[in-house]
């Protein structure tokens, strides 16, 4: 697994839950996840992040750039 890729960790009202994204891999799926708290939702960040890179191997798709400290995160 790739440790550079971003984990967005928010805290949901409306779930009542900290809810993860990762915004480098919006094009295959939505990934999210969640926890009841802050270090639970890591974790399963962490693990979700497998899924989409698993994906991008078996379709033979290179994996998308990691989001870093100055460049810009694109949302699709």
């Not at 805290?11 to 999210?32: G, N, R, Y």
Request: proline share 8%.
């Amino acid at each position: 697994m790739d440790d550079r890729y971003s984990l967005i960790i928010q805290w949901s009202d409306e779930d009542e839950c900290f809810v993860v994204t990762l915004p480098e891999f919006t094009d295959v799926m939505q990934p999210a996840t969640h926890g009841d708290t802050y270090e639970e939702a890591a974790k399963n960040g962490r693990e979700l992040l497998e899924t989409p890179i698993e994906i991008y191997k078996e379709d033979g798709k290179p994996l998308p750039q990691p989001n870093t400290l100055g460049r810009s995160i694109q949302v699709v």
